[in-house]
């Protein structure tokens, strides 16, 4: 097997792992230990410092078509993650990014690359499918929140066809059947912001968010403490963003001309900050008037006015343990499907 090589411009000649060992006063093996990131050998702080100085230095750099010659593609793109977002939207939304920070922070820490980010969309062209979705490419695929995406038959298909393709699948932020996820509960989170509106005093309650399983949860809540519970009392506004919180509050207030409910569960923190900018423009009060609680703890709810109290989700460590069930194996298909729930907690802080 040749040497891997990569020449660093059309004028110099090559430089090859055997001139990286030389120059750092080392064994090519070494060398080769701290390209790969091999965990399976120890190599002293100062010695790797050393050969990461002397590759800076003659501009070394590795040469992929070699190392996949010599490993096999499927080896060669098992440290390759695929990441499959929603839609574009998914930039915009605070929870998604932090995910994304996970994820990227874990494949850093343990040496794996992430290979792409596409649209779910995107992969119903066969040609772009048969070049991203394939074992000589990648290794794992990471679904965020792709249930917003799947709305046909066809799209069903895509993800029969991903689970065949790719063992490493895992769902973040939802639950598909015979894959592996890792998640927050939805309803049982709705549940613990309905009880601690509850517990302080709130007994008119409304819900503006995605129609869920939080709706159910909120519902929940309500019913064990014998309060109205029906849709149509506890006022169901459907809202996902700042926009449509917005607007979901200036619906509540529209269908019972102008009277608002004592307190309101909302699905997330944008939804939150919207239906707050609502109240604040037509001088109702936060918390005297109505009271608010949310879920996420995204950045921003400690900057509303007031700062919002909210349920924490584990956003980064959603995407960092997805990250590492696939480097430990512990990623299962069917009947070995894993489900991994992250736990919530309460951030108390002004709203209500």
Same mark, same amino acid.
């Given at each position: ?6 020449? %660093?411009?059309?004028? =110099?000649? %090559? ?15 070494? $060398? ?30 590795? @040469? ?15 440290? +390759? ?10 930039? /915009? ?23 792409? *980010? ?39 298909? *895509? ?15 939802? =639950? ?11 309803? !049982?989170?709705? $549940? ?15 819900? &503006?968010?995605? @129609? ?16 109205? #519970? ?10 996902? +963003? ?9 619906? &509540? ?16 923190? !944008? $939804? ?17 008037? $109505? #009271? ?7 950045? /921003? ?14 956003? =980064? ?22 489900? &991994? %729930? ?11």
């Amino acid at each position: 097997m040749e040497e891997e090589m990569r020449t %660093t411009d059309s004028t =110099k000649r %090559t430089v090859t792992q055997n001139d990286v060992a030389k120059a750092a006063g080392v064994t090519r093996s070494m $060398v080769s230990y701290v390209i790969s990131g091999n965990s399976g050998r120890s190599v002293a702080p100062e010695t790797r410092e050393r050969i990461l100085k002397v590759i800076e230095e003659l501009g070394y750099r590795p @040469n992929k078509a070699a190392q996949a010659l010599q490993l096999g593609d499927v080896a060669f793109a098992a440290k +390759n993650i695929g990441v499959v977002l929603p839609n574009s939207a998914a930039f /915009l939304r605070p929870f998604y990014t932090e995910i994304l920070e996970g994820i990227f922070t874990a494949a850093h820490e343990h040496n794996y690359n992430v290979k792409f *980010i596409r649209f779910f969309g995107e992969l119903s062209d066969p040609v772009l499918f048969n070049e991203l979705i394939h074992p000589e490419s990648i290794g794992s695929l990471l679904l965020v929140a792709v249930n917003q995406a799947i709305k046909t038959a066809e799209d069903e298909k *895509i993800l029969g066809r991903i689970k065949e393709l790719i063992k490493k699948t895992v769902c973040l932020e939802w =639950k598909a059947d015979g894959l592996t996820s890792v998640l927050f509960d939805r309803q !049982e989170t709705a $549940v613990k912001a309905t009880e601690y509106l509850i517990k302080k005093g709130y007994s008119e309650i409304a819900y &503006i968010g995605e @129609n869920d399983e939080r709706v159910f949860g909120v519902q929940q809540a309500l019913l064990r403490h014998d309060l109205n #519970a029906v849709q149509r009392y506890f006022y169901l506004a459907e809202g996902f +963003n700042m926009q449509t919180g917005y607007e979901g509050m200036k619906s &509540i207030a529209e269908k019972n001309n102008g009277v608002f409910p004592r307190a309101i569960v909302c699905g997330s923190d !944008e $939804v939150a900050v919207g239906a707050m900018c609502y109240l604040n423009e037509n001088g109702i009060k936060i918390p005297e008037q $109505v #009271a608010i609680i949310s879920i996420d703890n995204i950045e /921003l709810a400690a900057y509303t006015n007031p700062p919002l109290t909210t349920i924490n989700v584990q956003k =980064k460590a959603m995407g960092y343990k997805a990250v590492e069930m696939i480097i430990n194996d512990s990623v299962g298909q069917g009947d070995e499907a894993v489900c &991994i %729930t992250l736990p919530t907690e309460i951030i108390e802080r002004k709203s209500c």
